[in-house]
């Protein structure tokens, strides 16, 4: 008597017990007959043979196969809905050495995610996506999707769809297929058992090639929803074969190698290099603990129209905090509107760890325009300061809890010969006034700020002098405008 | 005597979820749904004991991933057929 041998059996990459329910743990959640088990089953076979389960990141959509994490023993993220080949990218980008598999369902792809997988699949993201098309929105209980075929009922098509209603159905292969980028892509169906097995072969080559970096892959398998199509699941085969193939032909639409996809030259600097780079002596850190600042704290609000530069002004003074090495918040507030319109800002600078970046009383208001003031000034700290950006403060405008000075920086900045730099005239005064900040780090950050534009050495020293313009009004101005 | 099965299959009873698709997947058609109803009250798939050729259809018909195990029959050992010559050369 000859021995068997297993040939076909649970894949390893399946969880032993699944852990969603008390009750059932060694069986999905999916209906009898449904076509996720098997698609899982051929992407857990393929990745087990392909000896990539640890460095695989399986990201689920919404939908039926929303728990997929509860079955596939690998990494795990679940995306909103639609978002599968975002989150992908993601992964992807951050950790190119693992293989991301995005599966989604029709509902998911098509309809709310027909932007993610679209651009996606043009920026040629080196991700398999496994697209499960059964013509039917599943899991919320049969509504139309995008990919329903004309004459068919659902909930929500109850007198079939009609393409003068609901349009035609979506063929997203053929739509991925104009895009340049893709390596490929392929349609195959779980109507039979031959069918079944090209699927297998498909779900291979996508994950292969993935594996070998070559591009976006994605795989639509015509998958059965016996439940909801209220057919029994042998039927249900059959209308796969009967109806969804002549709406969506098998076969290959894309195998060819990536095409020359060249990156920008941008050095790629994560945000502290970069500082680091700019700060160059690096003792940042320790100046805070040393320094005068110890237990201090500044929190201020700048307001005005967009355009004016409050939202880079209040950049500029957190960033100035970042390296004093003090915690810092900015939290800007503005409109849709890129010039005019209201825009304003809070920023925090801070020993102690921020709690909120929202500042209901800010130590310091910075208005650029007479709306700004008369909105935020009542809301600065008793004995607090306002900059107001005006040679005397408007009629009627009275504010004893605080100590106003007139700033006329926008007057100044045209006398300087440009306009733009009244913000950094309004820094001037500030640091005239508070010894937190020191023009050290306020012409680095405004260089690093200014970024290519500050290479012209004229447009630094004109920062430069309106920084010493703001400073030296502020001291001239000895006896600060009291009401 | 009837010469054995090449393959076999077991069926859990427990994951199986009577769909039927690998009783009409089977190509030898050794495969039924059972007359009686497992523990949440389906027909569960079994197999008949004979006719298996391990060719593993079913298991990839079912959409269960731990319901069906496909076993093959591990062929015998090969017999080496070699040449007078090949047994007289000298050996390397």
Known sequence: MSDYQVTHSKSQVFYDVFERKAELKHQTHYCPGCGHGVAHKLVAEAIADMGLQDKTIFVSPVGCSVFAYYYFDTGNVQAAHGRTPAVATGLKRACPESMVVAYQGDGDLAAIGTAEILHAANRGEKISVFFINNAIYGMTGGQMAPTTLVGQTSTTSPFGRWPGNEGYPLHVCELLATLEAPVYIERVALCDNKNTMKARKAVRKALELQKNGAGFTFVEILSPCPTIWKMDPLDARRWIEEKMLPVFPLGVFRDRPAPQMKESPVPHHTFVEALELDTKDGDTHERAQTSKQAGRSLTLKMAGFGGQGVLLLGQIVAEMGMREGLEVSWLPSYGPEMRSGSAHCHVCLAQERIGSPLISHPDVLIAMNEISLRKFAPQVKSGGLILYNRSELPEGFEMPQARVVCVPASDLADQLGMAKVANVIMLGALMAENDLLTEESAMSVVQSTLGAKAKSASVLEMNRKALQAGREFMQKAATPVQN | ?92
């Open chain 2, 1 to 92: 005597m009837a010469s054995q099965a090449r393959g076999k299959v077991t069926i859990d009873i427990n994951e199986c979820k009577g769909c039927g698709l690998c009783v009409a997947a089977c190509p030898p058609k050794c495969l039924e749904l059972e007359d009686g109803l497992n523990s949440y009250g389906v027909h569960p798939a079994h197999y008949l004991g004979v006719d298996c050729t391990g060719c593993g259809i079913c298991f990839y018909t079912c959409p269960e991933p731990g319901a069906i195990t496909v076993y093959r029959m591990s062929p015998p050992p090969k017999a080496v057929i070699t040449t007078t010559e090949e047994r007289n050369a000298p050996a390397h």
